[in-house]
T-cell receptor
């Protein structure tokens, strides 16, 4: 069975601080996909990234970066120089199917509050 | 891009009534759609997988007679909460499997969600 754990339920930082959101996953599949989504107060899910299990390269997109460590089954997300607009709930998710267009198992989410 | 439209965005109803939520893929065909439920301050839990032209597959613990899913066309799946009760109050969100977007590598597209409040 697959499982995604986000140990941090809430994080509060001051604007311009860097913050890392942790994600640990469990799966028996050798082929899987990992995702991060942002959920602002309005409720919609904003896609941030999809990474397949064979690509362990870290990725940077603007102020966002992701660290995929297969050895520790982790897919952590770092926001550099956080801004108030980053305040939201962030979900890490896992899909075990190899086409990535399948059902997702979500972690419990981390509520990030960025204070001015 | 690939857009999934979900309606209504929010609905308030009396206990005992039925509520229908629509999920449409606007610019692509979706043979498979997924329905999730999210209770306040909790994670999203998969309720069922909706397959065009066949019966939905429900996750363990989800009552199929309570949550009726119909996927009659390649662009529309509906979730009907029958005889809704206050404990059914939740945020319901659908997703559809679509074409992979080159720019973002995204293949799963979510609706904007429906907040259901049952009085």
């Amino acid at each position: 069975a697959q499982k995604v754990t986000q140990a941090q339920t809430e994080i509060s930082v001051v604007e311009k601080e860097d913050v890392t959101l942790d994600c640990v996953y469990e799966t028996r599949d050798t082929t899987y996909y990992l995702f991060w989504y942002k959920q602002p107060p309005s409720g919609e899910l904003v896609f941030l990234i999809r990474r397949n299990s064979f690509d362990e390269q870290n990725e940077i997109s603007g102020r966002y970066s992701w660290n995929f460590q297969k050895s520790t089954s982790s897919f952590n997300f770092t926001i550099t120089a956080s801004q108030v607009v980053d305040s939201a709930v962030y979900f890490c998710a896992l899909s075990e199917e190899d086409n990535a267009g399948n059902m997702l198992t979500f972690g419990g989410g981390t509520r990030l509050m960025v204070k001015p | 891009g690939a857009v999934v439209s979900q309606h209504p965005s929010w609905v308030i109803c009396k206990s005992g009534t039925s509520v229908k939520i629509e999920c449409r893929s606007l610019d692509f065909q979706a043979t498979t759609m997924f329905w999730y439920r999210q209770f306040p301050k909790q994670s999203l839990m998969l309720m069922a997988t909706s397959n065009e032209g066949s019966k939905a597959t429900y996750e363990q613990g989800v009552e199929k007679d309570k949550f009726l899913i119909n996927h009659a066309s390649l662009t529309l799946s509906t979730l009907t909460v029958t005889s809704a009760h206050p404990e059914d109050s939740s945020f319901y969100i659908c997703s559809a499997r679509g074409p992979t977007l080159r720019a973002t590598n995204e293949k799963l597209f979510f609706g904007s969600g429906t907040q259901l409040s049952v009085l």
